[in-house]
């Protein structure tokens, strides 16, 4: 059976970050011989029995593309993946709601807002960048303490963006030591990845590493999580047998 990947975002053809997504992921799949199954998940789908719409998938991830339809289902979906310990990589949008999520229901920080979509609230843990990033190719610097890192085996990586919002630097500090640990930062320290260290594979980027994968050169924080999701699925055919 395919490796069934979830994602989470509500799909549009001609926007670059998807395309990528979905090429991104056959790379893997090619050089690594498995059959990926993508599924892209629209957020307004989300919104009701969360549980019985993912339970299906092997791993979520949570694409480009906000302000979501609904931002209520990609934060239910996001929460799924945490609380059940599967597979979840956010990247871009998918970044500033991994965010949001944890700050809304670990933190307990209950209007966690977005600046694109709630300007004046009280608590932007995510706002504008001083200056858009959208096409711009920067240094990240990785903890080599981190997943991350092995995920990379080097300790600064050129990626690609496609954002003009990131994590509040007023919050930053807070998110770190609650658990949900920024180990990517740019060259200002402002966070640029952040990650559950104790969980599966729980993981988002401000930047978009899909649109750097190549049939020749898949990008690796992509192998890494579909490794992550194979073993998933490994272990579901196990149970059963």
């Not at 949570?62 to 993946?81: K, V």
């Not at 979509?117 to 711009?136: K, M, N």
């Not at 954002?163 to 630097?169: M, S, T």
């Amino acid at each position: 059976m395919p490796l069934a990947i979830g994602v989470i975002g509500d799909y549009k053809p001609d926007f670059a970050p998807h395309e990528a997504t979905d090429a991104a992921l056959q790379h893997v799949a090619d050089r690594v011989r498995i059959n990926i199954h993508t599924t892209w998940l629209p957020t307004v789908s989300l919104e009701g029995d969360v549980e019985a719409r993912l339970h299906g998938f092997d791993a979520l991830w949570c694409a480009p593309g906000s302000p979501y339809q609904s931002m209520a289902g990609a934060l239910n979906a996001i929460r799924y993946a945490r609380e059940a310990n599967w597979p979840l990589l956010g990247t871009c949008g998918g970044f500033q709601h991994l965010v949001i999520e944890y700050a809304r229901n670990v933190m307990g920080f209950a209007e966690a807002a977005h600046a694109e979509s709630d300007p004046d609230a009280s608590h932007l843990f995510i706002s504008a960048l001083s200056c858009s990033l959208v096409g711009q190719t920067i240094e990240v610097r990785l903890d080599p303490e981190s997943r991350i890192f092995r995920f990379y085996q080097r300790r600064a990586v050129q990626e690609q963006y496609y954002c003009a919002f990131g994590l509040n630097p007023v919050y930053q500090g807070l998110i770190h030591d609650a658990g949900l640990r920024v180990v990517g930062r740019d060259q200002d320290g402002e966070a640029r990845i952040v990650e559950l260290p104790d969980h599966r594979f729980f993981v988002g980027t401000l930047f978009v590493p899909q649109l750097t994968s190549t049939a020749q050169r898949p990008h690796a924080l992509i192998t890494a999580y579909i490794q992550a999701a194979s073993a998933i699925k490994h272990e579901r055919q196990n149970s059963l047998s």
